[in-house]
């Protein structure tokens, strides 16, 4: 699919609100991640769930077992979490996953809110425009 980053996130940010409006918050982050994946596939949005993302250490590509929840279309890492708040370690998790796969854009999104716009962290990695 042929869209740009902005619509993208729009895209995740609408299915992100309609599995938060049927599920509400309480579950465990799986059952979010895998929800909205379907969501997005059901969509005709190409979703990796996830996703594996080597560290580069002194040029040697180590398996550490980092894994992004969800890389939709090959640019943008959405993270999903379920927790009583957001923590600058979730930031930085997120931001770190962005650089070590080289991905521009990134959601953080708490699904454990009453509201889901209250829990959704748009970023993005690098000098960029939308």
Sequence with gaps: MDISKNEITGIVIGA???V???LGPGLLER???ECLAYKLRESGIFVET???VPLIFEDVELECGYRVDLLVEGT???EIKSVASLSDVHLAQ????MKLGNYKIGLLINFNVVRLKDGIKRLLNGPYSL
């Design 76 to 78: 943008l890492v959405v």
């Design 94 to 97: 997120t931001i770190n996953y």
């Design 50 to 52: 996830e996703k594996s």
């Design 16 to 18: 992100a609100i309609e």
């Design 20 to 22: 938060h409006s049927a």
């Design 31 to 33: 059952a979010y991640s």
